[in-house]
């Protein structure tokens, strides 16, 4: 099975921030990877899918990139309903195994 | 507007069932695979199963495999999981999720439900 895992665990931003977090992949995945957002006690929301196409609807300060097994996602200018935890997911093998988060949160 | 709509959850205590159910609308539901994600309490998101749209194509998480089997009736535009011997690390959060395909051949997973919780405990 292709492991995911993400940096940092968890990290403390301000608003206005520029925020980046990685994720790798144990095997290369090309370009299918995809990266959900999720607020305490909701579902995940779709925020980028094949690395970098932004899913409709989604802020253009939310950007993806990178290829293979390492991949980045960007949050330009952090908002207050950006605070959050983020989860990568690859879709290349058929188990979409999904990366153990990034908790941003208020510094 | 699409909404899945899970239901069917509950208290079971372990080596029991229960059958999880994800009620479609918006869209064709017949025309889309769809998988059942959990989360654990204060834990992530962990694939569970898939089913393709004409139900031909079936996948499992190893932790589950041989417990829990994923249906569909398009007819009924519904989603199901029957979850056999349940085990304590079964307790969670468990969502159906439209799986989507772009033209480069990229699957996501579009539209979650609101999710239904499962507590395995006696």
């Known amino acids: 099975d292709i492991q995911m895992t993400q940096s940092p665990s968890s990290l403390s931003a301000s608003v206005g921030d520029r925020v980046t977090i990685t994720c790798r992949a144990s095997?290369?995945?090309?370009?299918?990877l995809n990266w959900y957002q999720q607020k305490p006690g909701k579902a995940p929301k779709l925020l980028i899918y094949?690395?970098?196409s932004l899913q409709s609807g989604v802020p253009s300060r939310f950007s993806g990139s990178g290829s293979g097994t390492d991949f980045t996602l960007t949050i330009s200018s952090l908002q207050p309903e950006d605070f959050a935890t983020y989860y990568c997911?690859?879709?290349?093998?058929?188990?979409?195994?999904f990366g153990p988060g990034t908790k941003v949160d208020i510094k | 507007e699409v909404q899945l709509v899970e239901s069917g959850g509950g208290l079971v205590q372990p080596g029991g069932s229960l059958r999880l159910s994800c009620a479609a609308s918006?869209?064709?539901?017949?025309?889309?695979?769809m998988n059942w994600v959990r989360q654990a309490p204060g834990k992530g998101l962990e694939w569970v199963s898939y089913?393709?749209?004409?139900?031909?194509?079936?996948y499992y998480a190893d932790s589950v495999k041989g417990r829990f089997t994923i249906s569909r009736d398009n007819a009924k535009n519904s989603l199901y999981l029957q979850m056999n011997s349940l085990r304590d690390e079964d307790t969670a959060v468990y969502y159906c999720?439209?799986?989507?395909?772009?033209?480069?051949?990229?699957?996501?997973?579009?539209?979650w439900g609101q999710g239904t919780l499962v507590t395995v405990s006696s």
């Open positions: 999720a439209r799986e989507n395909l772009d033209s480069s051949g990229s699957h996501y997973f579009d539209y």
């Open positions: 918006g869209f064709t539901f017949s025309s889309y695979s």
């Open positions: 089913i393709s749209s004409s139900s031909s194509t079936i």
């Open positions: 095997q290369s995945i090309s370009s299918y």
């Open positions: 094949a690395a970098s």
């Open positions: 997911q690859q879709s290349y093998s058929t188990y979409f195994t």
